[in-house]
């Protein structure tokens, strides 16, 4: 470890950054860049990859020498655990079980996000979040949801 | 004359029955979901969007301005009570708000916010009604170079207004740039970052990055630590002003409105600095200024007109050019396209109803918030008791519902999930995302004006430069970039954020 100042939180936003003008650069190395006067589908991409990576070098040669004021603290790993997953979720089922279950297995997975949240009440707040979408939405706002999906055998 | 007739048009159609229903229906459901703690007007109207889109396009956009009115009181409401402002606007409310209500007058400083904030609305409103109209005649003579200078500028004030590092600011708007260019190039037909995915070729869903970043990266946030809150609950006894309060209270509302609708038309969020400027005058005009920051009536009345009128005239270039002033205006936009309205200076001329219909709206939206709302205040209070455990898996089911009807596209929610992650890590490492999304939605914008300008001009770049308007808004953008790098204004900057933090 060496004994130098400097910014943790600094460093990796700017090699995030980097990292991702990186990524689109080399993901637009295939389009046409064209000219000045007609610009290719890849030009603009390009120069904006560039100055992100320079943006994210400057960012980075600057946290060096300087200390981190306020570390990044502690990551809400249950909550990116049960979160995210909820929409994904979703996503996945929400043609073939249909909107009914889908979105009561959604609620149910991301209410799992606190530590505060007991089984009766994530089932119990789940159950009622599901009656009340379906009133509003399919059947209030009549967005065309299929309420029970295929996937079920009702 | 025009005006009144034109107003009158928009009043009829605001107020026809339906309308006076959404109107009411967004500010109420603005309030509830903006007076929850951490979330402000953004996230609010991110996650309220996708239930407007089933309505008219009139309807919506008036229940879409109820929400965002909605929201913004709600996020002085949480600022005062809790000391929790959901957005960096109603930050300055909380200084001066939440000592009000540690010394037992919360709901007066409640009231105060209420009031200042319908006068200045009122006469935002007015403003946009007279100035919006001959600015967009102005804004028909804008080609290609013209806008894209004014979007550069529009960035840069987002940058100038950026919390913490100017630098991650200006990186975040590159990166929403670069998130802009996914999907179908127009003038080719090239595909560009789908990975080879057909969902994408539209773009990436608007409002999946808006939740996502806005949405989904608060929640994570807030569920980092979960400790109990403190509401100041007891106490609200005397909600009205006495006499002497409201002498008090004109001198401040009279000048944050006049700093709010000026500083408001500004692009890349007028309505922040206009709050900022209106306490840091008060302050120095004020005869005790040792009272700030210990509960002074005035710097919570100032600077919630200020940003109220800001919230108001930050419509002026979204109705006129069709740029967004703001992430919130940004979302605005994301809203009438997906409506099939063109944002810009055509809107007057093909859809007065429109136009001069929200105009109405956002009147009668202010006059609703403070009928309604404070006799609610209780209510609202109420909702601030309610666990947050209980809040977010709603608040998730909501989102998820309201992003997939906007296509029925499940690949939308992954899009979520996604930004959602990107968003909470890049909060982590301190940067805003509000510049990310006005990059984002301005992208796409800004490489097409600079592609069109570029062939008007026979490949000549300097044609930005010799056409004076567009001279002047790239010089005005060198000019903020410059004054936020040098050291002094740096420190100022910081000085005043950090003021907002304390």
């Not at chain 1, 560039?50 to 300087?66: D, E, Q, S, T």
């Not at chain 2, 109803?353 to 006799?375: E, Y």
């Not at chain 2, 709603?394 to 296509?407: D, E, K, P, R, T």
């Not at chain 2, 900057?493 to 003021?499: A, I, L, Q, Y």
Request: with cysteine; charged share 10%; net charge neutral.
């Amino acid at each position: 470890m060496s004994t130098k100042p400097k910014d943790g939180t600094d460093i990796a936003a700017g090699l995030l950054f980097m990292a991702i003008a990186a990524f689109f650069a080399w993901q637009g190395l295939g389009l046409d860049m064209g000219t000045s006067l007609r610009m290719g589908p890849g030009y603009f991409p390009m120069v904006l990859s560039g100055l992100l990576f320079i943006l994210g070098a400057v960012i980075l040669f600057k946290a060096f020498g300087r200390p981190d004021d306020e570390p990044i603290g502690r990551f809400a790993w249950r909550g990116i655990l049960f979160i995210l997953p909820a929409p994904i979720f979703f996503g996945l089922t929400v043609r073939g079980l249909g909107f009914v279950p889908a979105l009561f297995i959604t609620t149910l997975i991301a209410s799992q996000a606190s530590m505060r949240m007991r089984p009766l009440p994530a089932l119990i707040l789940a159950i009622v979040v599901t009656i009340l979408s379906t009133l509003i939405f399919s059947y209030g706002l009549g967005l065309p949801f299929r309420r029970f999906g295929p996937w079920l055998p009702i | 004359m025009d005006l009144i007739s034109n107003l009158a048009m928009g009043f009829g159609v605001a107020s026809s029955l339906a309308n006076l229903m959404f109107c009411l229906i967004g500010v109420l459901l603005g309030t509830l979901i903006g007076v929850l703690p951490g979330i402000g007007a953004t996230a609010t109207i991110a996650m309220l969007l996708p239930i407007t889109f089933q309505l008219e396009p009139v309807s919506s956009l008036i229940m879409l301005a109820g929400i965002y009115y909605g929201a913004q009181y709600g996020g002085s409401t949480t600022a005062i009570l809790i000391n929790m402002p959901g957005e960096s606007s109603s930050a300055v409310t909380a200084i001066d708000g939440y000592q009000m209500a540690r010394k037992g007058r919360a709901g007066t400083a409640l009231a105060t916010a209420a009031l200042g904030s319908f006068f200045a609305g009122s006469v935002a409103t007015f403003l946009v009604a007279i100035f919006a109209p001959p600015l967009t005649t102005i804004a028909l003579k804008f080609g290609a170079a013209e806008y894209f200078s004014l979007m550069v500028m529009g960035l840069v004030m987002s940058v100038a207004l950026a919390h913490g590092s100017v630098l991650k600011a200006l990186a975040m708007v590159v990166l929403g740039l670069l998130l802009g260019m996914v999907g179908t190039d127009v003038y080719t037909g090239a595909p560009r970052f789908t990975m080879g995915m057909n969902q994408f070729a539209d773009g990436l869903n608007f409002v999946a990055v808006a939740v996502g970043v806005f949405g989904i990266a608060e929640i994570l946030r807030n569920l980092e630590d979960e400790h109990d809150r403190q509401v100041m609950t007891r106490n609200i006894t005397r909600l009205f002003p006495n006499r002497d309060e409201f002498r008090q209270m004109i001198g401040p509302v009279l000048r944050g409105t006049g700093i709010g609708s000026v500083l408001g038309i500004l692009p890349g969020g007028g309505a922040i600095l206009a709050s900022f400027a209106s306490y840091t005058i008060e302050k120095k005009v004020s005869k005790n200024p040792e009272e700030f920051g210990k509960g002074a009536l005035a710097g919570v009345a100032g600077p919630e007109s200020a940003n109220n009128a800001g919230a108001q005239t930050s419509f002026i270039p979204l109705l006129t050019l069709g740029i967004p002033a703001n992430p919130v205006m940004a979302l605005m936009i994301g809203a009438m396209i997906i409506q099939g309205i063109v944002p810009g200076p055509n809107v007057v001329s093909e859809q007065p109803q429109l136009f001069w219909g929200i105009i109405a709206s956002m009147w009668i939206g202010n006059l609703m918030l403070v009928v309604l709302n404070l006799p609610l205040i209780g209510l609202w209070v109420k909702l601030l008791t309610v666990p947050y455990y209980v809040l977010f898996p709603i608040i998730m089911a909501m989102c998820s519902i309201g992003v997939y009807s906007v296509n029925s596209n499940p690949y939308d929610l992954f899009a979520v999930a996604f930004f959602g992650l990107l968003g909470y890590v890049l909060s982590k490492l301190r940067c805003e995302p509000a510049p990310l999304l006005l990059g984002f939605v301005l992208g796409p914008l800004l490489e097409e004006n600079l592609r069109r300008a570029m062939i008007l001009s026979r490949g000549d770049p300097t044609t930005f430069v010799t056409r004076p308007i567009s001279a002047t808004l790239l010089l005005l953008s060198l000019a903020i970039l410059v004054l936020v790098f040098l050291p002094q204004i740096r420190k100022r900057r910081d000085e005043v954020f950090t003021e907002s933090d304390a």
